[in-house]
């Protein structure tokens, strides 16, 4: 009887260590899929954080670009208006002074002539 009671507690020993171990397979399952989910998570955050400052910076390249080529196509539209408004007087008064001249010379020789008569 003995020696059954010790098999009995041997075989009770042995469900009780296979169960141990199965738990600790278990707690261990557990903490695999922790950890994969954790590194999930940290990828995603790294996706989130990359699409962020991607489109940060698309946004801040763009306003630059914007403004540089703005401000180049004002300066060289400023600086064409002036010169052909430069031009344009500067012919404008070229031709009133030489028209003037010119009256002046036909007034003189006018005036010439009505003296000599």
């Known amino acids: 009887?003995?020696?059954?009671?010790?098999?009995?507690?041997l075989q009770v020993l042995q469900v009780l260590q296979v169960l141990q171990v199965l738990q600790v397979l278990q707690v261990l399952?557990?903490?695999q899929v922790l950890q994969v989910l954790q590194?999930?998570?940290?990828?995603q955050v790294k996706t989130i954080v990359k699409t962020i400052v991607k489109t940060i910076v698309k946004t801040i390249v763009k306003?630059?670009?914007?403004?540089?080529?703005?401000?180049i196509v004002k300066t060289i539209?400023?600086?064409i208006v002036k010169t052909i408004v430069k031009t344009i007087v500067k012919?404008?008064?070229k031709t009133i002074v030489?028209?003037?001249?010119?009256l002046t010379q036909e007034l003189r020789q006018c005036f010439l002539i009505l003296i000599t008569v």
């Open 91 to 93: 012919t404008i008064v």
């Open 39 to 43: 590194v999930l998570q940290v990828l």
């Open 63 to 71: 306003t630059i670009v914007k403004t540089i080529v703005k401000t």
């Open 98 to 102: 030489k028209t003037s001249y010119r």
């Open 29 to 31: 399952q557990v903490l």
């Open 1 to 9: 009887l003995q020696v059954l009671q010790v098999l009995q507690v």
């Open 77 to 79: 539209v400023k600086t």
